[in-house]
């Protein structure tokens, strides 16, 4: 099976471009803009690596299973901490931070981090369980019952992410709120597509 990476092509040029014009703006002194140009960072390494993990799957002869290992491990912790990067730039944004108390805002965070601190768990035991991905008999890269839990948890985030907006996102700019609106309902239509 040979993947198309053309897209991914297209998200790194476009990402590169986006974190060129976030750097010469130069203003991570806000907490919002130094998590978004990490979130374009993010961006740029997990499309670069999806393109040559989607290469190395697809020429599973040439490519070793250690190297296909790396990149597709590479390109999973990469993808999934973006949802949690978006939901950590929408709180800041919106300054929900500052609105809780210190022991309220500590819970919160902890509770935040939960779904991606699942993903790293199903991660870290795939070597051994082989539940998110694995090489079938043919050397095939292949999806398990794990990977369906990456998405479904890139789906709260999503979701929570559109709550918060809606319920929060009152004092937030009418232009920043319809980009972050394009943005969660362009990465909730991708999510559902890799679903499917």
Partial sequence: MIYNVYFDVF??????????????????LKRQNFILFVLLV?????????????????????????????????YLAVQNVMPYLFC??????????NKMSRKKRRLFHIC???PY???VVLLLLNPFMREVFFYDANRVYTH???????????????VFNYYLMMRHGKEVRFVKKATVYLFLTASLVAVVFQII
């Avoid at 690596?49 to 599973?60: A, E, P, Q, R």
């Avoid at 950590?88 to 931070?97: H, T």
């Fill in 11 to 28: 998200a790194v040029v476009i990402s590169l471009f986006a974190i060129i014009l976030a750097f010469n703006k130069k203003d991570f």
């Fill in 42 to 74: 993010a961006t740029f390494f997990a499309s670069l690596l999806d393109i040559l993990s989607s290469v190395g799957n697809s020429y599973i002869v040439e490519w070793s299973y250690g190297l296909r290992d790396v990149l597709n491990y590479g």
């Fill in 88 to 97: 950590l730039y929408i709180v800041f944004l919106i300054d929900l931070d």
């Fill in 112 to 114: 935040l981090s939960l």
């Fill in 117 to 119: 601190a699942v993903d």
């Fill in 144 to 158: 398990d019952w794990g990977m369906i839990v990456l998405y479904v948890n890139a789906l709260v985030y999503m």
